[in-house]
Structure formats: structure tokens, C-alpha cells
């Protein structure tokens, strides 16, 4: 049976080798990558998806700025394993991270994805039109889900990470090796 859960600190080389399988390399070059990078996610809203003591689906939400004061959640990346895929489990994670955004207050989620699987839960791109990323995309894969009732009326201007830092690697980390510091810096972004 799959378990959705919080992600705890213990999930983290477990979660970015299940990044690392279904997205590849090409994930760190990704525009919303750098939103992310160096980023804590939002408090609360980091889940996993796990089935007999295994991570085998994650999502996490970050804090965004949809314009100029207008704050927001980024969400992604949504991952889950090729063998469980089509079973339920990101739809169990996305209803659980949006539940959870809207529980805590939250007013709007904001994605890069495909919207023919993004529109059952709500999301669309008719609210995001003028807005932006710092960087490469393409303006019909940037959606918007609308938490309280008019939170995107308007919204225009660029994307920004409003979210809390994330601690440097340890200068330990750099000198001990390479390998050691990729691994610090990857799982602080």
C-alpha cells in the first residue's frame, strides 16, 4: 500500500536519486531549477509517496513572488517511479501537496508542466499570461491554480524565489572532494 507522507531529512538521498532516475541531468538546467536552487521548499509542504519502506514518488512546494507583492507556491518537481506510474500516486501527491497549501493559508501554485495532466487538478494557463520566468520556457506550460477565489486577478511581472535559504555545504564538504560537494550542494538545492 503507497503512503503519503511528510518528507523528513532522512528522504533526501533517497528523493534525489528517484529525481536523478525519472528527470536525468537535464533537470538542473531547468528554469524553474533555478527558483529552486539554494531554496529551502516551503515549511510543510515537501511530500513523499512511499510503498513498503520505499521512496518511490516525491513533490515539493516552494515560495514565489507572482509578480510584484503578490506571493505564491512553485510545485515541482513532481516525481514518481517508472514501474508506479499510472497507479495513482502522483495524483495522491499532487491532492496532498495542494490540500496541504491550502490548509496553510496559501493562495496560488504556480507549475512548469504539461497541462493536459495538470488540468485535473485545476491548474490552467489562463491566469498566467503575464507573468514570467527568469529564464528559457515555454509561456503555454506555465500554470496557475487559483487556491483562494481571484488570488492571480492581474497578476503580471516575473517570477521571483521569495523562499528561505538554504544553508551552505560546509567548507568540509568541499575539501574532502568533489564527489562530497556535489553531494552537499545538490541536496541543499
Keep these: 500500500m503507497v503512503k503519503i507522507r511528510n518528507e523528513f531529512a532522512r528522504d533526501i538521498d533517497a528523493r534525489e536519486t528517484l529525481l536523478d532516475r525519472v528527470w536525468g541531468p537535464a533537470r538542473w538546467q531547468k528554469t524553474a531549477e533555478r527558483l529552486r536552487e539554494?531554496?529551502?521548499?516551503?515549511?510543510?509542504?515537501?511530500?513523499?509517496?512511499?510503498?513498503?519502506?520505499?521512496?518511490?514518488?516525491?513533490v515539493r512546494l516552494w515560495r514565489v513572488g507572482a509578480g510584484p507583492a503578490r506571493p505564491a507556491l512553485l510545485l515541482g518537481p513532481l516525481a514518481v517511479e517508472e514501474a508506479r506510474r499510472g497507479l495513482g500516486t502522483g495524483t495522491a501527491l499532487m491532492q496532498r501537496a495542494i490540500a496541504a497549501a491550502r490548509r496553510l493559508g496559501h493562495q496560488a501554485v504556480l507549475l512548469v508542466g504539461d497541462?493536459?495532466?495538470y488540468r485535473r487538478f485545476g491548474f490552467s494557463a489562463q491566469k498566467t499570461g503575464a507573468?514570467?520566468?527568469?529564464?528559457?520556457?515555454?509561456?503555454?506550460?506555465?500554470?496557475?491554480?487559483?487556491?483562494?477565489p481571484g488570488a492571480l486577478d492581474g497578476a503580471r511581472?516575473?517570477?521571483?524565489?521569495?523562499?528561505?535559504?538554504?544553508?551552505?555545504?560546509?567548507?568540509?564538504?568541499?575539501?574532502?572532494?568533489?564527489?562530497?560537494?556535489?553531494?552537499a550542494v545538490r541536496h541543499a538545492a
Design 38 to 58: 539554494g531554496r529551502k521548499p516551503a515549511e510543510g509542504l515537501s511530500f513523499i509517496a512511499e510503498e513498503n519502506g520505499c521512496l518511490i514518488g516525491t
Design 115 to 117: 497541462a493536459a495532466y
Design 131 to 148: 507573468l514570467w520566468l527568469p529564464g528559457p520556457y515555454e509561456p503555454h506550460r506555465l500554470l496557475g491554480y487559483e487556491l483562494a
Design 157 to 183: 511581472g516575473l517570477i521571483a524565489a521569495t523562499g528561505r535559504l538554504a544553508p551552505m555545504p560546509s567548507l568540509e564538504g568541499v575539501i574532502a572532494g568533489r564527489a562530497g560537494a556535489d553531494t
